[in-house]
């Protein structure tokens, strides 16, 4: 019997009662929620009110000249009554993970022997970022373009576009691949990565590259660190509940060449030990019918943001050393900022979502994994698929829960009724955690979407 994991740690609130006399309408209902439905009810009024007329009329007509048809009429009415006034679930038909080609692997005495014949760092810096590797808790095939570690050359805008074409399109291709969806079926894309953002933008490139619909629902998400694929998730679930039976693709990636840091500043390397390549591209749906061939529903989608403290907010950013290099700052005190963040986001998670069977925890280092796992006292069972993930493909950022998804799916764990819980941390201080529910037995795949093929 799988052993279902519960939330460790209990929240608790300020019970406000109102003045004497005065009824109890926040204990009756939650009036955000009520102003919700209010709105989410006007949203539906334009293509209700076009179809009540003509359908008012049909039923008054068949009550006076066919009463016998006025019962199923009826039924058929209500049917469609349920069907404009109840939202649609967000469905996961599938997704994928981009595996560069073998041609990029780096194994760690690669790495400091690249490191050192690129001429950009000292003798310290150097046995700094050989520390970083043998303490991250990444093996040896993990990926990284070489024109970082290039002699005498300065990463440009070119070496980043050329990296996120490679990821990004490699991933698309190959979940368009699996769900055979036409492309111009698309009409809300979400594109997020954290430290390259151009003009035009990755998700105009996208736009572009594969030709979508002149109205796509375009958006491109930037600055927003590792947690920042749950984040793209949540607004294309905002937009499939506007646009009702539409697709959503969402693409998750970093681009490790404008991570990477050339200087010799300490504070700015430890990220150059971890960050990989990968991307990963979800295809979402809120079309009723896709539910029999969908993966997992959506179940519950917490946000939480520590921004408005001012340890938080610079715990994480992006600085510049005295010469103008720039590099990703990681405080000292990440771990303990995480550890808040982390807490909030379960006190609200466990009110929503009381236990799920699999865990999928942002695999950004060794330590940081103990640590989660010793603060929710989680199994080796709960942290596998994170550790088997860094330990194959390094850091790959906001894509990284879906690695540890696909990593589940390979080994045959996913099976119906089963809820997997993704959590993501990123910059500002940002936790954010999504549930799934799987909808079916979900054998090893076929395609070629799935990054741990053949391993």
């Known amino acids: 019997m799988k052993k279902e994991v519960t939330k460790m740690m209990n929240g608790g609130g300020v019970e406000s009662k109102p003045p004497k006399g005065f009824p109890d309408f926040l204990g009756s209902v939650n009036l955000k929620y009520l102003k919700l439905g209010y709105i989410y009810l006007l949203s539906l009024s334009n293509t209700f009110c076009f179809f009540l007329p003509p359908l008012l009329l049909l039923f008054i007509f068949v009550s006076r000249f066919l009463p016998l048809l006025v019962y199923p009429l009826s039924i058929f009415l209500l049917l469609l009554l349920y069907h404009f006034l109840t939202p649609s679930s967000v469905f996961l038909l599938d997704f994928s993970c981009y595996r560069p080609p073998d041609h990029f692997k780096i194994t760690k005495s690669d790495f400091i022997e690249l490191a050192m014949?690129?001429?950009?760092?000292?003798?310290?810096?150097?046995?700094?970022?050989?520390k970083v590797l043998e303490q991250s808790g990444i093996g040896e095939e993990s990926y990284m373009p070489r024109v970082v570690f290039k002699p005498g050359h300065k990463l440009n805008l070119r070496d980043g576009r050329e990296?996120?074409?490679?990821?990004?399109?490699?991933?698309?291709?190959?979940?368009?691949?699996?769900?055979?969806?036409?492309?111009k079926h698309i009409k809300i894309l979400v594109l997020n990565c954290g430290v390259l953002n151009t003009t035009p933008s990755l998700s105009a490139?996208?736009?572009?590259?594969?030709?979508?619909?002149?109205n796509t629902e375009s958006y491109n998400l930037g600055g927003m660190g590792c947690g920042a694929g749950i984040i793209a998730v949540d607004l294309a679930k905002d937009l499939l509940n506007a646009h009702q039976g539409s697709y959503a693709l969402v693409v998750s990636t970093e681009i490790v060449s404008f991570?990477?840091?050339?200087?010799?500043?300490?504070?700015?390397?430890?990220?150059?030990?971890?960050?990989?390549?990968?991307?990963?591209?979800?295809m979402l749906s809120s079309r009723r019918i896709d539910r029999w061939r969908s993966k997992y529903q959506l179940m519950q989608l917490v946000r939480t943001h520590k921004g408005m403290d001012d340890a938080s907010y610079k715990s994480m950013e992006l600085r510049e050393?005295?010469?103008?290099?720039q590099g990703?700052?990681?405080?000292?005190?990440?771990?303990?900022?995480?550890?808040?963040?982390?807490?909030?986001?379960i006190a609200t998670l466990r009110r929503l979502e009381p236990c799920f069977q699999h865990i999928c925890v942002l695999a950004t280092s060794k330590t940081a994994l103990d640590e989660i796992q010793k603060d929710l006292k989680l199994s080796e069972e709960n942290m596998e698929a994170s550790r088997q993930t860094l330990e194959r493909f390094g850091n790959t950022s906001s894509s990284s829960v879906w690695y540890e998804l696909a990593y589940l799916e390979h080994k045959g764990k996913m099976k119906r009724g089963d809820t997997v819980w993704q959590v993501g941390f990123g910059s500002g201080f940002k936790c954010n955690s999504v549930v799934w529910k799987a909808l079916k037995n979900i054998d090893p795949p076929r395609h070629n979407n799935n990054p741990w093929r053949n391993l």
């Open 117 to 130: 014949k690129s001429g950009n760092f000292n003798e310290t810096s150097i046995e700094l970022q050989r």
């Open 163 to 183: 990296e996120a074409a490679m990821v990004i399109f490699g991933a698309i291709d190959e979940l368009l691949a699996a769900t055979k969806i036409n492309v």
């Open 205 to 214: 490139m996208v736009i572009n590259h594969y030709k979508l619909r002149h």
């Open 259 to 282: 991570t990477w840091y050339s200087g010799n500043d300490v504070t700015l390397l430890p990220p150059n030990g971890s960050f990989r390549m990968g991307a990963a591209a979800v």
């Open 321 to 325: 050393d005295k010469e103008g290099k």
């Open 328 to 345: 990703l700052y990681v405080s000292k005190d990440v771990m303990e900022v995480a550890r808040h963040a982390l807490r909030a986001n």
